[in-house]
């Protein structure tokens, strides 16, 4: 059974900082593209930060540029997200996903994690 399964999230004040994990297992994910989204209630599912297998193209939605960061260790299949200066508008669920290509778009991506919540109090 092929799986992406997060970890880390939870409540945090304004200015605090969270590192989300996600694991994948069932497969081999060295080759994909990998990344996170968010969704917040009543909101579409929106792109975070994304990475291609090696590392050289990354790419962040401009609302966390300077405050999150991605990477991923291959040889662990595993994809973290280290949020900084975090603000009460970056409360969501946030997913990891895995696929073929490098891009923000939900439907390029073939696999997704369960989901995480992240609560950034005021």
């Known amino acids: 059974q092929v799986q992406l399964v997060e970890s880390g999230g939870g409540l945090v004040q304004s200015g605090g900082s969270l590192r989300l994990s996600c694991e994948g297992s069932?497969?081999?994910?060295?080759?994909?593209?990998m990344g996170w989204f968010r969704q917040a209630p009543g909101k579409e599912r929106e792109y975070v930060a994304v990475?291609?297998?090696?590392?050289?193209?990354?790419y962040y939605t401009d609302s966390v540029k300077g405050r999150f960061t991605i990477s991923r260790d291959n040889a662990k299949d595993t994809v973290y997200l280290q949020m900084t200066r975090l603000k009460p508008e970056d409360t969501a669920v946030y997913y990891c996903?895995?696929?073929?290509?490098?891009?923000?778009?939900?439907?390029?991506?073939?696999?997704w994690g369960q989901g995480t919540q992240v609560t950034v109090s005021s």
């Open positions: 996903a895995a696929g073929g290509h490098t891009t923000g778009w939900v439907d390029d991506y073939n696999y």
């Open positions: 069932g497969r081999a994910f060295s080759r994909d593209a």
């Open positions: 990475m291609n297998w090696s590392g050289g193209s990354i």
